[in-house]
């Protein structure tokens, strides 16, 4: 907001500017505060990680040994296993949420769109933990008994689809994630399809095109960055989904080429083994994964935040 | 050969328009299963002992997550009493004192601990509080919850702030206000139902929050020993409740799961139809 310009000087005035100035001194200092916060992480996540970072360098990334016994620690598993539900997710929640997107800020009438999007709102709203207690006693039994033998059955020749049909795996994880990713797709390309001019589509109309094609070959182009940022939104909440995914995706610390083997994540494995850990240079790799979590999540939001801020400055066609 | 061409994109438009709309069907159709679910596992595992009394171990009659329900006020309350005030004036700081570098940093810093996993966040807490007091805490889990409700109540009150409109600002202050009486005064009470708004869906984000306390405020299974004690919350209850062997807990789990949405949901309902007709609320 443009400063508005200073009382002018007098009498009373340099009371008035004293109280001015110790009002923006706390105020500042309290939005300083939020630097503060953020560097505190930073400095806590890389001193509490000190002791693993000295012993197992960048090996620490691309080792797959987990064994807290011996105390040889790497991170691959649990990268691995973060990036391929993440991804898997998206690939379920991104044609989805767009599909949705389009149909709320394209065709429902502006009550009936707002009030969906309300709900689908509410939808981002539910506690992760209730995600996975839902996720627990419906969606796995249902993916041991009946989604994962289909799989199988139909699909059995891939190496993805090979193994025991546990229930609890990445493909599991990975649902679940789509599941919760969903709303985050949806209300942010919803807006960026919203803050398209109206003029773009009766152009589009007017040289002919049906309503599909005015929609996906004008208005979502447009919208593009706005929808990137969506996905990119989705995919910074999926790396850092903890309890729903803790529930469902097995634990167990190794690499599999089948997507209905168990698994781990980063966030899964320091929910799970944090207050257990004993000895330093166990902390130090739980802490450490959750510098890695940290800094893949940063990368993430930053795009996310840089690509939704270059489309949604300007909305003309307001539901 | 034209009408053909013109059929085909005409069932192309038809096809993928109902495509769409199949696919909103299958989001909000999702909210109603859960919720369904929810509702109809919870509610008849629901009764007065829930509220009343203590965990009991599997197979005793009469238990309850009584010290989870108080425990979870606790820890939540406290952290709003952190959260709310700092979020609140850092965001009017954002709004009415700056516009420049720093601010647009606060900002930009402010959007980036919003995203962060909310475990990583219970990792500060654990490393500031927890390894220092040698004892999981109450506290420790408040710090961690409002870690994450500061940048969600500056970055929500900075906005509806910019949506106060200028004049009133020159109002107050061709009137001879100070500048801190005008945003005391005038911009904070015409901004205050959104500002409200926001505060309230915070608070229903961080009570459902439950990666942040398993190391910080861990959990208990009877009454705490005061804030600098393991306390029990709703959330990890949940958790604990829901991945052990035993039917009598997982019924538990049910019931505390219906508890802990309809909190969320009344909350969320409230401040989004009651508190807030007619504002768009930006989310975080």
């Keep these: 907001m443009a400063t508005v310009a200073a009382v002018p000087a007098s009498a009373t005035g340099r009371r008035v500017q004293t109280g001015d100035a110790i009002a923006r001194w706390v105020a500042l200092a309290f939005a300083a505060s939020i630097l503060v916060l953020a560097a505190l992480l930073v400095h806590e996540l ?39 539900t993440s991804f898997l997710a998206l690939i379920v929640s991104v044609p989805l949420g767009l599909g949705a997107a389009i149909f709320l800020s394209e065709l429902a009438p502006a009550r009936m769109s707002s009030a969906l999007t309300f709900l689908i709102e509410l939808l981002a709203a539910i506690p992760s933990v209730i995600y996975g207690l839902l996720a627990i006693f419906t969606l796995v039994p249902l993916m041991r008994s009946t989604v994962e033998p289909f799989l199988k059955r139909s699909l059995g020749y891939l190496p993805l689809f ?124 739980l802490v450490e994964l959750g510098l890695v979590l940290f800094c893949l999540t940063i990368v993430i939001n930053g795009v996310a935040r840089l690509l939704i801020a270059a489309t949604t400055r300007k909305g003309s066609k307001r539901a | 050969m034209t009408t053909r061409r013109l059929i085909w994109r005409k069932s192309v438009n038809a096809v993928m328009l109902t495509l769409t709309g199949l696919f909103t069907l299958i989001a909000v159709s999702v909210l109603l299963l859960i919720l369904g679910r929810l509702l109809y596992n919870g509610a008849s595992a629901l009764d007065w002992n829930f509220f009343t009394k203590l965990p009991l171990s599997p197979g005793e009659a009469g238990s309850g997550m009584a010290n989870a329900i108080v425990g979870s006020l606790e820890i939540v309350g406290m952290a709003a009493l952190i959260g709310l005030p700092v979020g609140f004036v850092a965001g009017i700081y954002l709004s009415e004192f700056e516009d420049r570098y720093f601010a647009s940093t606060v900002r930009f810093v402010a959007d980036l601990l919003n995203g962060i996993p909310s475990i990583v966040v219970g990792l500060l807490a654990w490393s500031l509080l927890v390894v220092s007091m040698k004892t999981f805490s109450a506290i420790a ?62 608070i229903a984000r961080i009570s459902g929050e439950s990666a942040p306390l398993l190391f910080t405020s861990l959990n208990n299974q009877f009454w705490g020993g005061g804030l600098a004690q393991p306390t029990a919350s709703l959330p990890v209850m949940i958790y604990t409740h829901a991945i052990s062997p035993f039917d009598d807990w997982h019924r538990q789990a049910w019931a505390a799961g219906l508890v802990l949405i309809a909190l969320v949901l009344v909350a969320n309902i409230s401040a989004r139809f009651v508190l807030a007709r007619g504002i768009s609320v930006p989310r975080d």
């Excluded at chain 1, 167990?252 to 080429?257: E, F, G, K, T």
């Design chain 1, 46 to 84: 890389w001193a509490g990680s000190a002791g693993a970072r000295h012993k197992f360098g960048w090996g620490f990334l691309t080792s797959s040994k987990w064994n807290p016994v011996t105390e040889e620690f790497g991170a691959l598993p649990f990268i691995y296993g973060t990036v391929v």
């Design chain 1, 162 to 285: 090979k193994g025991v049909a546990y229930g609890v795996d990445y493909l599991t994880a990975a649902l679940v994630l789509a599941v919760m990713t969903i709303p985050f797709v949806i209300s942010v390309s919803r807006e960026s399809l919203l803050a398209v001019p109206r003029e773009q589509r009766e152009a589009a109309l007017a040289l002919g095109a049906t309503h599909w094609e005015s929609t996906w070959q004008v208005v979502v182009p447009y919208a593009k960055l706005g929808i990137l940022g969506s996905v990119f939104l989705g995919l910074a909440r999926a790396l850092g989904e903890t309890m729903a995914v803790t529930m469902v995706i097995g634990n167990d610390p190794s690499i599999h080429a089948s997507l209905l083997a168990p698994g781990y994540t980063i966030a899964a494995v320091i929910a799970n083994e944090f207050t257990e850990a004993t000895g330093k240079v166990y902390l130090g790799a």
């Design chain 2, 141 to 202: 889990g408040s710090v961690a919850l409002s870690v994450m409700l500061i940048p969600i109540v500056t970055r929500q009150t900075e906005q509806f702030l910019r949506e106060v409109p200028q004049s009133l600002r020159e109002g107050a202050l061709a009137l001879g206000a100070s500048k801190w009486k005008m945003i005391v005064t005038v911009v904070v009470p015409a901004g205050s139902k959104g500002i409200m708004t926001g505060m309230i869906l915070g």
